[in-house]
């Protein structure tokens, strides 16, 4: 039995897991949020209670050797020599890195390289692998990347068709995302349907304030939604998903900004929170749908539209496809939308039961028995698979 850490380091903030494993028993989960600003927050949870508290953390060094001796103090560990590894959630491993690996200097020398490619997430990333090294030397720190399960995705589905020498020289190609909960969705629903992973096609979508589609061919992701960056595919949270890329240079005219501005529109004002003007959340979008509202429900009807779109090419391109599976937070829990994209797929044989589909985050196959494609919610569980990567690299 070892336990194992799973850390996702941001910019202000730093969640941490310790799982024993290879029980994948949670011991217990916390956040530290607010680093380096004003009145930091440091909450964790004991035995289904949740503890907080209001601190001064300066930075990820100060928030790593806090959490830890916290740990010591709530009796949780005895040293830190009881943590036999740390599996860090970094979110790109350009276009070399197609598994979990132990982060050695040449590894992190390599990531330093590409920051520019993710420079938002990849940098905090770092930080938080360096914040750990240095108070945990003589443990093995693995990472675990949200872009390794896509190195799969064949040449003519991660090439732009953009002048080649775009992605010789400047690595333009899509990389895809949120990889670690594909996979972990996928094989998990290769297991519900009672077969190896090499033996089925599933469609995973991935749903929450991020968004993206998988097309898995056997165990392999042979596409996905999101691309260069997080911000192509379907309409997210706040981000746009695809648009016609002509429209960045009408916009920066129109509303005389730069490029940079104009993407921060794509990225912070646009998805839901854009076409709505109510909210990036899906809670309050449903519920304003519900009370009549036109614009809430034409944002969640133009995700889902693009979702269904996405979905039935994927179902083409991998010849039929055993499973769709919807996971994330609107994934586990959107019951309406849910079923508003599965209703859009009925001339594949989609077919919801609403009976099934009106639990929320849990386990469950939610299409009818005369259904041609199974449909399935499946919670997702990154830390999970980050600490079974971390545990078999130890
Ligand atoms: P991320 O990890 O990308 O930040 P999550 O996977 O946590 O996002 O998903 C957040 C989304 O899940 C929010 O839009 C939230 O409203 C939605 N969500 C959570 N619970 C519900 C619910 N009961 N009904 C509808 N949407 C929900």
């Not at 732009?160 to 899509?174: E, G, H, L, N």
């Not at 519900?192 to 968004?211: Q, R, S, T």
């Not at 749908?289 to 969640?300: D, F, P, Q, T, Y």
Request: proline share 3%.
């Amino acid at each position: 039995m070892k336990k194992i850490m799973a850390v996702n380091a941001g910019s202000s903030s730093l969640k941490f897991q310790l799982l024993e494993m290879p029980e994948e028993k949670l011991v217990t989960s916390g956040i530290v949020e607010r680093i380096g600003m004003k009145h930091s927050i440091f909450s964790i949870k004991v035995n289904g209670e949740k503890l907080e508290e209001t601190l001064e953390i300066e930075n990820h060094g100060i928030a790593v050797n806090i959490l830890l001796n916290k740990l010591i103090d709530l009796k949780i560990i005895a040293s830190f020599d009881e943590i036999a590894g740390v599996g860090h959630r970094v979110v790109h491993g350009g276009d070399r890195i197609a598994e979990s690996i132990v982060l050695e200097q040449d590894e992190i020398d390599y990531l330093e390289s590409i920051v520019d490619l993710a420079p938002l997430h990849l940098g905090p990333n770092l930080i938080g692998i360096k914040a750990f090294k240095e108070v945990l030397p003589h443990v093995k720190h693995v990472g675990v990347f949200d872009t390794a399960f896509h190195h799969t995705i064949p040449e003519e589905a991660f090439l732009y068709a953009v002048p080649y020498d775009w992605y010789t020289q400047y690595k333009v190609r899509k990389y895809g995302f949120h990889g670690t909960s594909h996979k972990y969705v996928s094989y998990r629903c290769a297991e519900l349907l009672g077969k190896k992973p090499e033996d089925v096609n599933v469609i995973v979508a991935h749903i929450g304030n991020g968004a993206s589609i998988c097309a898995v061919k056997g165990g392999l992701s042979v596409d996905t939604t999101m691309g260069f960056t997080p911000l192509e595919g379907i309409p997210m949270g706040t981000r746009s998903g695809n648009i016609d890329p002509a429209i960045i240079e009408y916009m920066m005219n129109k509303k005389h900004k730069s490029a940079k501005e104009i993407t921060n529109f794509l990225n912070k004002q646009s998805g839901y929170l854009g076409v709505s003007g109510i909210s990036s959340d899906s809670r309050d979008l449903v519920a304003a749908a519900e009370s009549g509202n036109h614009r809430a429900k034409l944002a969640i009807d133009v995700q889902a539209k693009r979702m269904a779109d996405y979905i039935a090419s994927y179902y083409v391109y991998m010849g039929g496809a055993d499973a769709i599976v919807f996971t994330a937070g609107i994934g586990e829990n959107a019951v309406p939308t849910r079923a508003n994209v599965i209703e859009r797929l009925a001339v594949l044989g989609a077919k919801i039961d609403h009976e099934r589909n009106s639990k929320v985050r849990v386990e469950q196959l939610i299409s009818a028995d005369d259904s041609k494609i199974k449909v399935f919610v499946i919670p997702t569980n990154e830390e999970v698979m980050i600490a079974r990567d971390t545990l078999s690299l130890l």
